[in-house]
T-cell receptor, first 108, second 111 residues
Framework: GQNIDQPTEMTATEGAIVQINCTYQTSGFNGLFWYQQHAGEAPTFLSYNVLDGLEEKGRFSSFLSRSKGYSYLLLKELQMKDSASYLCAAFNDYKLSFGAGTTVTVRA | DGGITQSPKYLFRKEGQNVTLSCEQNLNHDAMYWYRQDPGQGLRLIYYSQIVNDFQKGDIAEGYSVSREKKESFPLTVTSAQKNPTAFYLC??????????FGPGTRLTVT
């Protein structure tokens, strides 16, 4: 079976940094995705980690530890438009298994 | 412009009626997927198809049916057997790399 865990909600101030953790237990694992989803919209791709380590893309970075079944998404220099749900998803063969999502609220 | 289209954006049906959600892609992708999302929850896989004329059940296939007669199209039928059909339905497609591309979604309300 698949088990993907991430916190339900996080709140941070504009300009700050927030780290969203994700732990996974899956039967088979190829890589870990992070998606951003604004309310009522489709998810948009943020990152994909296959190998252990940190990958940086502008204000967003994602980390993966395959041995620990752990990933995090780091959002830096938070902006109001970053208020959204962030979905962690484990890729196994041809399928994605999603966590429930973390709602991030950015306050002025 | 290449992309995935889902229609309609909002759909209302009476309980007991079957309803078909449309998903079309012009990205020339082989694989297509249907997900369901309920409030405060992640996406759950309903069905997926890796190639024309072939599809597999996902985690919550009961009460749903699909067809894949053309590469571009992967319609989803929500049957009256689905106990709680009201949800946000997302279609996605994938090429031979890893990234799934999502359509804009259809919000189905059954009363």
């Amino acid at each position: 079976g698949q088990n993907i865990d991430q916190p339900t909600e996080m709140t941070a101030t504009e300009g700050a940094i927030v780290q969203i953790n994700c732990t996974y237990q899956t039967s088979g694992f190829n890589g870990l995705f992070w998606y951003q989803q604004h309310a009522g919209e489709a998810p948009t791709f943020l990152s994909y980690n296959v190998l252990d380590g940190l990958e940086e893309k502008g204000r967003f970075s994602s980390f993966l530890s395959r041995s620990k079944g752990y990933s995090y998404l780091l959002l830096k220099e938070l902006q109001m438009k970053d208020s959204a749900s962030y979905l962690c998803a484990a890729f196994n063969d041809y399928k994605l298994s999603f966590g429930a999502g973390t709602t991030v609220t950015v306050r002025a | 412009d290449g992309g995935i289209t889902q229609s309609p954006k909002y759909l209302f049906r009476k309980e007991g009626q079957n309803v078909t959600l449309s998903c079309e892609q012009n990205l020339n992708h082989d694989a297509m997927y249907w997900y369901r999302q309920d409030p405060g929850q992640g996406l759950r896989l309903i069905y997926y198809s890796q190639i024309v004329n072939d599809f597999q059940k996902g985690d919550i296939a009961e009460g749903y049916s699909v067809s894949r007669e053309k590469k571009e199209s992967f319609p989803l039928t929500v049957t009256s057997a689905q106990k709680n059909p009201t949800a946000f339905y997302l279609c996605a497609s994938k090429d031979r790399t890893y990234e799934q591309y999502f359509g804009p979604g259809t919000r189905l309300t059954v009363t």
